[in-house]
C-alpha cells in the first residue's frame, strides 16, 4: 500500500486535499484521508474507526483508489429525485395558486402547504408531504407572506377604464395646458402612536408607554406629478368641505398654472359645497375622480407611508404639541425635498394599480 502512495502520488493526493478542504466537501476529505492514513499504515479498521466510516467503505475507496489512481476521487453530480409532477403540471399548479384558494374551489383566502398539499392531491393524483409542499413552492417562485385586504367593491371595469383612458387624458390635459397634476389626499396622525413587532422573551408582552388621548393631527395634501411639489395645511379640526376648499383656495394662491386635481370620493370632496367651489375655480382647477376603493391608485398614499414611518411611528408624544411639532418637521423635509416625491411618482408609474412596496 505504501509503495501505491508513496512517495509518487503523496503530493499529487495532498493537493487534492486541500482543494477538499477549500471546497469544503466533507465527503471527499474524508476520503482521501482514509488513503493517505492507509498509506502511513494505519489498519482499515483503525482508519474506519477514525473517520467514522464503515470499513467497507474504506476498501471500497482503496480499491478504486488502486484501479484508477486520482480519478476515483472525482463524484458525479446528483440528479436529484425524479419530480413527481411533470413540466406542466409544474406550470399549472403555479397558475393555480397566483390565482388563490377561492377559485380553486376552497373557502379561505390564503393559501397554507395543507392546502397546497390537498390540491396537488385532488387534481393530480400525487402525493407530497407538507414540508416538501414548502420547498416545492419556492421552487416555483413563491415565497410565505404578510396577505392584504382588498374592498371587495373594487370596479375592475372602472379601474381599467382609469389606466388605459382616463389617466392619459390628464396626460394630455396637462401638456396642453402647462399644468400641474395634483394628487390629493387626506392622512391623520394619532398622538397614542403606532406600534409594530419587536424583539421580547417568550411569554412575555413586550409594552409601549401611550397617553391614551384620542386625538389626532389631520393634514390635508397635495403632490406634484411632474415637479414633486409639496403642497400641505395641518389642522386640529375634523376634515371637512369648509376646510377643504379653504386649503384649495391656498393652494391656488401660491402657483399661477392650472390645477389639475386628482382626488377619491370622501364626501367633503364631492359634497354641494366643494362642487360650487369647482364651478367657480373651472378657469384655474379642473378636478378627476379616481375610481371608487383605489387608494392604491393615488401616490401620495406611499408619501403618507414615509412620513409616519419617519415622524409618529413607535413614538410616544406626552403631549399633542409634541405630536403636532414632529408631523410638521416631517412635512417640512418632504416640503423641502421634491425629488423624494419625484422618486414616489417614478414608484407610482411604475406599479399603477398595486400596493405600495
Known amino acids: 500500500m505504501q509503495t501505491a502512495l508513496y512517495p509518487?502520488?503523496?503530493?499529487?493526493?495532498?493537493?487534492?486535499?486541500?482543494?477538499?478542504?477549500?471546497?469544503?466537501?466533507?465527503?471527499?476529505?474524508?476520503?482521501?484521508?482514509a488513503l493517505l492514513q492507509l498509506g502511513q499504515g494505519g489498519s482499515v479498521a483503525q482508519v474506519a474507526e477514525t473517520l467514522a466510516l464503515g470499513e467497507q467503505t474504506i476498501r471500497d475507496y482503496l480499491h478504486a483508489f488502486l484501479k484508477r489512481g486520482i480519478a476515483s476521487f472525482r463524484y458525479k453530480a446528483s440528479q436529484g429525485r425524479r419530480s413527481?409532477?411533470?413540466?406542466?403540471?409544474?406550470?399549472?399548479?403555479k397558475s393555480w395558486i397566483k390565482a388563490g384558494p377561492l377559485k380553486a374551489g376552497y373557502e379561505c383566502g390564503c393559501w397554507s402547504a395543507l392546502m397546497v398539499q390537498d390540491l396537488i392531491a385532488k387534481r393530480f393524483n400525487v402525493s407530497y408531504?407538507?414540508?416538501?409542499?414548502?420547498?416545492?413552492?419556492?421552487?416555483?417562485?413563491?415565497?410565505?407572506?404578510?396577505?392584504?385586504?382588498?374592498?371587495?367593491?373594487?370596479?375592475?371595469?372602472?379601474?381599467?377604464?382609469?389606466?388605459?383612458h382616463k389617466w392619459p387624458e390628464i396626460l394630455r390635459l396637462s401638456a396642453a395646458k402647462?399644468?400641474?397634476?395634483?394628487?390629493?389626499?387626506?392622512?391623520?396622525?394619532?398622538?397614542?402612536?403606532?406600534?409594530?413587532?419587536?424583539?421580547?422573551?417568550?411569554?412575555?408582552?413586550?409594552?409601549?408607554p401611550t397617553s391614551g388621548k384620542r386625538k389626532a393631527y389631520k393634514v390635508f395634501g397635495l403632490i406634484d406629478y411632474h415637479s414633486g411639489q409639496f403642497?400641505?395645511?395641518?389642522?386640529?379640526?375634523?376634515?371637512?368641505?369648509?376646510?377643504?376648499?379653504?386649503?384649495?383656495?391656498?393652494?391656488l394662491q401660491q402657483t399661477h398654472k392650472h390645477i389639475i386635481l386628482i382626488q377619491d370620493g370622501a364626501r367633503y370632496h364631492t359634497s354641494k359645497a366643494t362642487k360650487q367651489f369647482f364651478d367657480q375655480q373651472s378657469a384655474r382647477l379642473t378636478p378627476f375622480q379616481l375610481p371608487t376603493y383605489s387608494p392604491d391608485f393615488n401616490p401620495i398614499e406611499f408619501l403618507w407611508?414615509?412620513?409616519?414611518?419617519?415622524?409618529?411611528h413607535l413614538r410616544f408624544f406626552k403631549q399633542f404639541d409634541d405630536l403636532v411639532q414632529q408631523v410638521d418637521e416631517g412635512l417640512l423635509y418632504f416640503s423641502q425635498t421634491p425629488n423624494e416625491i419625484t422618486v414616489l411618482m417614478g414608484k407610482?408609474?411604475?406599479t399603477l394599480g398595486t400596493q405600495a412596496a
Open 178 to 208: 402647462d399644468a400641474l397634476i395634483l394628487f390629493g389626499d387626506e392622512a391623520s396622525f394619532a398622538q397614542w402612536g403606532s406600534l409594530s413587532y419587536t424583539w421580547s422573551l417568550r411569554g412575555d408582552q413586550p409594552t409601549l
Open 231 to 251: 403642497f400641505y395645511q395641518g389642522q386640529t379640526g375634523r376634515f371637512n368641505s369648509e376646510g377643504y376648499t379653504a386649503f384649495l383656495t391656498q393652494v
Open 84 to 93: 413527481k409532477l411533470t413540466p406542466r403540471q409544474r406550470q399549472q399548479l
Open 348 to 350: 407610482y408609474c411604475k
Open 305 to 312: 407611508k414615509k412620513l409616519k414611518k419617519r415622524s409618529t
Open 129 to 164: 408531504h407538507p414540508h416538501y409542499v414548502s420547498t416545492l413552492l419556492r421552487n416555483l417562485g413563491f415565497s410565505f407572506q404578510r396577505a392584504r385586504f382588498v374592498a371587495a367593491h373594487l370596479n375592475e371595469a372602472k379601474r381599467q377604464e382609469w389606466m388605459t
Open 8 to 33: 509518487i502520488n503523496t503530493q499529487k493526493i495532498e493537493a487534492k486535499l486541500r482543494q477538499a478542504y477549500g471546497s469544503q466537501n466533507l465527503r471527499l476529505v474524508k476520503r482521501i484521508s
